[in-house]
């Protein structure tokens, strides 16, 4: 059986003045039916540019793609990359649907929310705008905005950040997509309401049967929620596997950095919080070899000059584990 | 909603009392005598008394400008016997100048005003509206630099330049008659000559604004677009039409309202230039002849007040329409 979603060899750059932007780079993975994936990763990592192709949202004046975006479903199979704006438009908001991270700004400022909604449902299926009314409310119940019905004509504003992010999940549920890709969905939200908003997104998942691509840098959201992570360093991906084994059996040292810089409570008191040292290179001149390497404490084990001159592949490193790294995990494994 | 209606429009009266008394005040500073104007160089004194108490300027500068105030409700009665003058509330006074009372000169000089400035601004909005949009959409292409070029000369370009150089074009091409020129012809039995008589005013004063609004419209709609609502319109499909037209132009000519608001406001006091140099005797005209030539009080009184009352209204109509547009001001 295929995979709901497959990305293939999914390059994305951007043609600056100072030079061509590589924000992905050979990009691979895939997504299956129910499942939540987890994409971490820093800054300009190239987890936000992914999932703006998967959405197939690049403006093509100002963007070089390639590879392949297939979306498989009951009605074909579906490249993004190559369909034609219209076939993207009609999956977009239907298919696959996306929440984003700033819920204020969002969502347009002059429409009321039941508006907004209601031109989602629209756009995707035949109906009259007081059906459309209809399914709004009970949406903005389901997503716990209460008294929904008198709620349904107010505007953003009105609306505090969680309630607005409801709305926002809301709008993208609407019509019952197959992929929703949530974009740092609670990072601009309060501690508190994060994990309301954390666990709506698990409930609707399970209400609609949706896969989720959960992009986010805060590895907490990612423990507590995910499936399967993808790891991604510089427009590529470096790590990829079950979120259990992943946070257990690290192999990519960027992995094994990054879970090493996350606070914990039971760290002893006084111990200085491991940083990963030196910057991420920059998009526009990529070294030819590792792109992680003159920030990684392991190439020294490495012989030669390998991690500077050849770029690694994805390679099966354990069972259903992926890494992007010229070490095998054993080796990584015994000098940590 | 109401309530602060009524607020601001009696906020608009204490600015146009105000406004009559700042006016009245610089009348009495400058060191012109309309009294001696108003009977030719050589004039005995005894003329140039009488004159100054028939004009009624022969009492002191308060009492002139309250007999003002009053006559704007219960109207004005001038000289005495055979020579009487009433002129009915609302009295602005009596244009001696004009032999005329100001209200009148006013009714008259409006029309041609108020011609001019509704075809310039139709014109101006539709071709700034739209051009501004075509080079937003173009962005980078040689519309949109067209565009920039259009703005450049239209904003740097001197209307009276502009004015006289549009005059001149239409009238080798044998396309306007300066002796017919300004007269008024009512559009209902000559649509041709009343069009003839102010194309060429609208054209001028148009580009001017057009130039204006094309950047105001351009640049509010890249800004616009990318903004995060715009990426949440087209994440849930909508196509790239509605997304301009219906997400992107909602917001991004909002602001808009505002220029155009009390850019017809002021438009409506007169445009000065324009309508000197296409011999239009509207209230501009009549105004800077009131002032520069027969230091007219009464008169510039009158067109001062009349163009502030259009400004402070559109002014009120701006907010309110705004409010209307945009629901985050509507609560406060």
Redo the contacts between chains.
């Keep these: 059986m295929s995979h709901l979603l497959e990305v293939k060899n999914l390059s994305v750059s951007f043609p600056t003045d100072d030079g061509l932007v590589q924000a992905t780079d050979d990009l691979s993975f895939h997504l299956d039916l129910g499942e939540t994936l987890a994409i971490v990763g820093e800054s300009g990592c190239g987890k936000s540019v992914s999932s703006m192709a998967i ?1 197939g ?1 690049h403006n093509p004046k100002s963007t070089q793609i390639s590879g392949q975006v297939l979306i498989n479903t009951v009605l074909g199979r579906t490249d993004v990359i190559t369909a034609s ?1 219209e076939e993207v ?6 298919t696959v ?2 929440i ?1 991270q ?1 819920p204020m ?8 929310v039941g508006d907004q909604i209601s ?2 449902w629209l ?2 299926n035949d109906g009259t705008k007081s059906d459309a009314r209809k399914k709004t409310i009970e949406m903005l119940d389901l997503v716990g905005i209460p008294d929904a019905k008198s709620r349904v004509d107010s ?1 953003p ?1 009105q609306f505090s950040g969680g309630m607005r992010q409801r709305v ?1 999940i809301g ?2 549920l609407i019509n019952q997509p197959k992929i929703l890709i949530a974009d740092e969905p609670t990072t601009a939200l309060d501690v508190t309401v994060q994990s309301q908003i954390l666990m709506l997104l698990k409930e609707m998942q399970r209400e609609f049967n949706m896969a989720v691509i959960l992009i986010t840098h805060d590895l907490g959201v990612v423990a507590e929620v995910a499936d399967r992570v993808n790891v991604m360093y510089a427009g590529r991906l470096v790590e990829e596997g079950g979120v259990n084994e992943i946070y257990r059996n690290p192999v990519h040292p960027y992995t094994i950095g990054l879970l090493a810089s996350v606070p914990r409570v039971d760290q002893a008191h006084g111990t200085r919080l491991k940083t990963i040292p030196g910057q991420p290179p920059s998009l526009i001149s990529l070294p030819s070899g590792c792109a992680f390497e003159p920030r990684c404490e392991f190439a020294k084990y490495v012989p030669g000059e390998i991690c500077k001159v050849t770029r690694p592949e994805v390679e099966l490193k354990l069972i259903d584990h992926h890494a992007r790294c010229h070490l095998t995990a054993q080796e990584v494994r015994s000098h940590l | 909603m109401l309530k602060y209606i009524i607020k601001r429009i009696f906020y608009a009266f204490v600015m146009l009392f105000v406004l009559s008394m700042v006016v009245y005040l610089i009348f009495g500073l400058v060191p012109i005598d309309p009294a001696k104007l108003s009977c030719g160089i050589h004039c005995s004194p005894v003329v140039v008394e009488a004159n100054r108490h028939r004009l009624g300027l022969d009492i002191p500068l308060w009492h002139q400008w309250w007999n003002f105030i009053l006559g704007l409700f219960q109207g004005r009665t001038y000289g005495e016997g055979a020579a009487i003058i009433h002129c009915p509330a609302p009295a602005f006074g009596y244009s001696f100048p004009n032999n005329a009372c100001v209200t009148e000169v006013m009714a008259n000089a409006f029309p041609f005003t108020l011609t001019l400035a509704l075809g310039a601004f139709f014109l101006w909005m539709l071709v700034g509206v739209s051009f501004g949009i075509l080079a937003a959409r173009k962005k980078g292409t040689y519309i949109d630099r067209l565009s920039t070029a259009f703005v450049l000369i239209g904003s740097s370009l001197p209307i009276f330049i502009l004015g006289l150089l549009i005059y001149i074009g239409a009238f080798l091409l044998h396309l306007i008659d300066p002796i017919t020129q300004g007269t008024w012809v009512s559009p209902l039995s000559d649509p041709i000559g009343f069009f003839r008589n102010f194309i060429f005013a609208w054209i001028t004063l148009a580009l001017a604004y057009a130039a204006i609004y094309t950047r105001l419209t351009r640049s509010n709609v890249i800004e616009t677009s990318s903004e995060d609502f715009i990426r949440t319109a087209r994440a849930k499909g909508v196509s790239e039409r509605d997304v301009l037209y219906k997400h992107n132009l909602r917001l991004a000519l909002a602001p808009l309202i505002t220029n155009a608001g009390l850019d017809f406001g002021g438009l409506l006091g007169g445009a000065i230039i324009t309508e000197r140099v296409f011999q239009l005797p509207g209230l501009g005209y009549m105004s800077i002849k009131a002032v520069l030539r027969d230091y007219d009080l009464p008169l510039i009184m009158g067109t001062t007040l009349l163009a502030a009352s259009f400004f402070i209204f559109f002014n009120l109509i701006v907010d309110v329409a705004y409010a209307y547009l945009d629901p985050r001001v509507r609560l406060e």
Excluded: I, N
């Design positions: 959405m949202l704006s438009r009609k999956l977009r908001g239907g649907s996306m984003f700033d700004s969002a969502l347009h400022p002059y429409f009321t031109e989602a756009l995707h505007y504003h926002m709008m993208a």
